[in-house]
Nanobody, 127 residues
Framework: QVQPVESGGGLVQAGDSLRLSCAPS????????MGWFRQAPGKGREFVAT???????YYGDSVKGRFAISRDDASNTVYLQMNSLKPEDTAVYYC?????????????????????WGRGTQVTVSS
């Protein structure tokens, strides 16, 4: 069992930066993929970024060039650096772990390939 725990959300202004952290607990080692998804009010869950166990990263079209996902295997922590934030980035951001899902779920950003989900952290970007 893996329990992702997100932190770092908050209220920022447009153009600001914010870094989210995710520290999965319950399973030692880092031989699984991790991802960030978000959900705005009244909308479905959107692919933000994923990273596999070897460090290859994939991004949703709306965040390419502005967000960066990284992982620190020593601390088993995954980060999402968000730059040039826009009001449309406002959402609850979820961290997820893909332990048993297909490998291509990370590249496709398919939430169905992720087995464990955090409770989410709110990011609000004011204009």
């Amino acid at each position: 069992q893996v329990q992702p725990v997100e932190s770092g959300g908050g209220l920022v202004q447009a153009g600001d930066s914010l870094r989210l952290s995710c520290a999965p607990s319950g399973r030692a080692g880092s031989r699984y993929g991790m991802g960030w998804f978000r959900q705005a009010p009244g909308k479905g869950r959107e692919f933000v970024a994923t990273i596999n166990w070897s460090g290859n990263a994939y991004y949703g079209d709306s965040v390419k060039g502005r967000f960066a996902i990284s992982r620190d295997d020593a601390s088993n922590t995954v980060y999402l650096q968000m730059n040039s934030l826009k009001p449309e980035d406002t959402a609850v951001y979820y961290c997820a772990a893909s332990v048993y899902g297909p490998h291509d779920a990370l590249e496709r950003g398919d939430p169905r390939g992720f087995d464990y989900w955090g409770r989410g952290t709110q990011v609000t970007v004011s204009s």
